[in-house]
């Protein structure tokens, strides 16, 4: 099996009560892999010490001068990544980084992007039950559009070869990134691979996803992304 390198981008704002944790914790993972790997975390404007944190330990930090939103922070750590396999992980805790190797390791064998799926792991603390229920509206729709039904559209641990989202090219500078990558990913027929995942509940504050404002902006996204050819 060839060596790929691998980087991870972690997008962040306002974490400083988590991000020390995930990076750490991300850091143990990678090293076991035995692989060259590199960690990014993309401050998005942050107004608490999570860049001052994240700078204490051997990751490449950028800063936005503002809170940009998810998505044009992805994009600004997928830009400066030097990795082969592109790996995202959310930055509150509710990711489990040992299970990196679990999305990667299909990119290996033939799987172009994978998802870590809330859904087909242990659900209990998968996401709230008004959350669920948009994902799963934005799930049908998404079947509706591409003929291809997924359980989690919305999760943000994923795992993509990097010439595939070149190909991709996602714009999303909000949350609607995931969806984005999920729409054309499924209607420009790349394997794609959804990978069972445990979540836990958020270790400080509640989630950043407005409902409403950023659910009708995911909706616009899914119906841009279906006509869109790579």
């Known amino acids: 099996m060839e060596d790929l390198p691998i980087s991870v981008i972690i997008p962040a704002y306002n974490e400083e009560n988590s991000i020390g944790e995930v990076i750490g914790r991300t850091i143990a993972v990678m090293e076991s892999l035995n692989r060259p790997y590199e960690i990014i975390v993309v401050d998005d404007g942050s107004t608490d010490k999570t860049p001052e944190i994240a700078s204490k330990y051997k990751v490449t930090v950028l800063l ?10 992805l994009r600004r750590g997928i830009e400066n990544a030097k990795g082969q396999i592109i790996v995202t992980l959310d930055s509150d805790g509710s990711h489990d980084p040992k299970e990196i190797p679990n999305l990667i390791e299909p990119l290996y064998n033939g799987i172009d992007l994978t998802a870590g ?18 994902n799963v509206l934005i799930n049908l729709m998404i079947m509706a559009l591409t003929g291809k ?14 010439e595939i989202l070149k190909k991709l090219n996602p714009r999303a500078e909000k949350y609607e990134f ?14 794609y691979l959804e990978v069972p995942i445990t979540v836990k509940k958020r270790m400080h504050e509640r989630s950043k996803l407005r409902i409403l404002h950023d659910g009708v902006r995911i909706f616009k996204t899914i119906l841009k992304a279906r006509v869109e050819r790579t």
Do not use: C, H
């Open 64 to 73: 936005n001068r503002r809170n940009m939103g998810k998505g044009y922070a």
């Open 117 to 134: 799926s809330r859904f087909l792991g242990n659900k209990k603390n998968a996401t709230t039950k008004l959350n669920r229920i948009g």
């Open 149 to 162: 039904y997924i359980t989690d559209s919305q999760t943000g641990f994923r795992a993509f070869k990097r």
């Open 178 to 191: 995931e969806t984005e990558v999920t729409v054309k990913g499924l209607n420009n027929g790349f394997k």
